[in-house]
């Protein structure tokens, strides 16, 4: 998780879209709150595509990308103005997969309180593609939720 703002709490879990209704497997984090700075040596924090930059990270070790299994992350912006924030999805070999920068990932301006749903999806044909919503107001498109990519 990389955002541009401290302000950000977030939930990790692993799903199983093989069965109906979904089901929650695991919870790879709860809370989890960003610190300042990359959390990798290896890993610089990116820049958004708005020009903003990550100021802030968390690592949170064990998303699946194996059917019928998705890792979702929801975080909520606890920020009095809006934030940018977004997920880099790092190989075994500790290099990233997605582009913050190229919107990959990334949702630019959460209004404060707003939650976004990010998922890191099994089928997506592309590694380390995200996809999300983004619910309570979507900046100037005034509607309450709106798919991501």
Excluded: W
Excluded at 48 to 59: E, K, W, Y
Excluded at 71 to 77: G, K, R, V
Excluded at 105 to 133: F, I, K, Q, S, W
């Amino acid at each position: 998780m990389v955002a541009s703002s401290p302000l950000v709490s977030c939930n990790v879990m692993i799903v199983d879209n093989g069965v109906n209704p979904p089901v929650s497997l695991a919870t790879l984090g709860t809370g989890v709150r960003l610190a300042p700075g990359a959390m990798l040596a290896t890993v610089a924090l990116p820049q958004f595509a708005d020009a903003q930059m990550a100021t802030h990270a968390a690592v949170i070790p064990g998303v699946i990308k194996k059917d019928p299994l998705d890792t979702d992350i929801f975080c909520t912006s606890l920020a009095a103005q809006p934030i940018d924030l977004g997920v880099e999805l790092l190989g075994p070999e500790g290099t990233v997969r997605n582009s913050v920068a190229a919107g990959n990932g990334a949702v630019l301006n959460v209004a404060p309180g707003a939650t976004v749903h990010l998922r890191y999806h099994r089928d997506t044909g592309l590694p380390g593609e995200c996809g999300g919503h983004y619910y309570g107001g979507s900046p100037g498109s005034g509607t309450d939720r709106q798919h991501l990519r």
